[in-house]
């Protein structure tokens, strides 16, 4: 059974297009968080959200907007691509927020590619 | 800024050799630590967390943590060619809405 799951592993689009990736946990976590993975394998995160509730935004421009329908999913859709948003995007979820709780497990990744 | 600095490496070591991985953190409010493998193309694997004072073994893995000098870091004993991979350091603070921040990961080749 996979842990953290996310669709699809990958995307290539044309600049300006708009699309989602999706992320579903079957660990039963409340924490849910989106990383970005650049070229030179810097990992980023985000966003995350605590019980569907958005907890940490971290200057993402506000082309990309998370939405978490329950706890088990945290989705990102991507408005108006752009070549900088290539990248390895990565879910990953906890049990919680602080401390011994956040041991984060990771999906498989979703490589974007914007031409 | 909360920094978390890993020397990118690559860190060479025969197999079968000890590995020293290290990395430095500049928020002293940091709580917990952990450590991540990443192999190449793949997601980060958890390895091993740390959050007080003093080593951590679990296996061929030790976890090395000194808060007086915000240094934490990971030896890898037995090194094997299977142990090649970009490890990353990541560190957090007690509070809810403060962010897991990853080192920029040294990468770690063991030579058969």
């Known amino acids: 059974d996979t842990a953290v799951s996310q669709t699809p592993k990958y995307l290539v689009t044309q600049m300006g297009n708009d699309k989602s990736i999706k992320c579903e946990q079957n660990?039963?976590?409340?924490?849910m968080y989106w990383y970005k993975q650049d070229s030179k394998k810097f990992l980023k995160i985000m966003f995350s959200?605590?019980?569907?509730?958005?907890?940490i935004n971290e200057t993402v421009p506000n082309r990309f907007s998370p939405k978490s329908p329950d706890k088990a999913h945290l989705n990102l859709h991507i408005n108006s691509l752009e070549l900088g948003d290539s990248a390895v995007y990565f879910c990953?979820?906890?049990?919680?927020?602080?401390?011994?709780?956040?041991?984060?497990?990771f999906g498989p990744g979703t490589r974007l590619t914007v031409l | 800024q909360k920094e978390v600095e890993q020397n990118s490496g690559p860190l060479s070591v025969p197999e079968g050799a000890i590995a020293s991985l290290n990395c430095t953190y500049s928020?002293?409010?940091?709580?917990?630590f952990f450590w991540y493998r990443q192999y190449s193309g793949k997601s980060p694997e958890l390895i091993m967390f740390i959050y007080s004072n003093g080593d951590k073994e679990d296996g061929r893995f030790t976890a090395q943590l000194n808060k007086a000098s915000q240094y934490v870091s990971l030896l890898i004993r037995d090194s094997q060619p299977s142990d090649s991979a970009t490890y990353l350091c990541?560190?957090?603070?007690?509070?809810?809405?403060?962010?897991?921040?990853f080192g920029k990961g040294t990468r770690l080749s063991v030579i058969a």
């Open positions: 990953a979820s906890s049990l919680g927020l602080a401390g011994t709780y956040n041991e984060q497990f």
């Open positions: 660990l039963g976590h409340d924490t």
């Open positions: 959200y605590n019980n569907k509730e958005l907890i």
């Open positions: 928020d002293r409010g940091s709580q917990s």
């Open positions: 990541a560190v957090i603070g007690n509070s809810g809405n403060t962010p897991l921040v």
